[in-house]
């Protein structure tokens, strides 16, 4: 399980962590749904962390969101570096 899954996992159950690990990425109107449904279990769990549990759940997201955002700007240069984007007809990356 990738740590994108595990939070996931954390946060939705596994059944959400599964529907948004889908083959294409997607979002489908389940996950939509799922997440929330989802979003008012996890609003209710985080009201009862203590202080510290909030802090340290809060430490572990933020880790994992700057790995994201660095995984994002790897795969960004790499469409970049291959010029990608003119696949799709584009000039540029910017565009």
């Not at 109107?29 to 203590?50: K, N, P």
């Amino acid at each position: 399980m990738t740590a994108t899954n595990r939070t996931l996992s954390s946060t939705t159950g596994a059944d959400g962590a599964a529907r948004a690990a889908g083959a294409d990425g997607a979002a489908s109107a389940d996950l939509i749904a799922a997440a929330g449904a989802a979003g008012a279990d996890l609003i209710s769990a985080v009201a009862a962390r203590s202080d510290a549990e909030l802090r340290g759940r809060l430490d572990e997201l933020f880790r994992l969101k700057a790995a994201v955002d660095g995984e994002i700007v790897v795969h960004l240069g790499e469409v970049e570096r291959r010029e990608a984007f003119e696949l799709e007809g584009a000039t540029s990356g910017e565009s």
